[in-house]
């Protein structure tokens, strides 16, 4: 089992940032390591959608919506990984979910463990 516990996530107004984090932990996430960690929102009625993803090697991809405003770290140390937000806007506001995946991609079923989530709300 793998286990992933996101914090960060706030109340914020348009235009600035947050930091949100993800922790990964469990018996089975050494076969984690080598793949890849990645960060999805949702909005109530909404699918899943993906933001971004970095690999162990710091390869990484992000959303339209993200670039140039998101930035995704990992510290492999700590077995964490970082999604910096900034310049926000309204419709960045969703539930943000971590998952582990040891192939990557842009699609929910690529990824086989998730967080709960930690909410971002964006007022304008």
């Known amino acids: 089992q793998v286990q992933l516990v996101e914090s960060g996530g706030g109340l914020v107004q348009a235009g600035g940032s947050l930091r949100l984090s993800c922790a990964a932990s469990?018996?089975?996430?050494?076969?984690?390591?080598?793949?890849?960690l990645g960060w999805f929102r949702q909005v109530p009625g909404k699918e899943r959608e993906f933001v971004s993803r970095?690999?162990?090697?710091?390869?990484?991809y992000y959303a339209d919506s993200a670039k140039g405003r998101f930035t995704i770290s990992r510290d492999n140390a700590r077995n964490t990984v970082y999604l910096q937000m900034n310049n926000l806007k309204p419709e960045d506001t969703a539930v943000y979910y971590c998952a582990a995946s040891l192939s990557g991609g842009r699609e929910v079923d690529q990824y086989d463990y998730w967080g709960r989530g930690t909410q971002v709300t964006v007022s304008s």
């Open positions: 469990g018996r089975t996430f050494s076969s984690y390591v080598m793949g890849w």
């Open positions: 970095i690999n162990w090697s710091g390869r990484t």
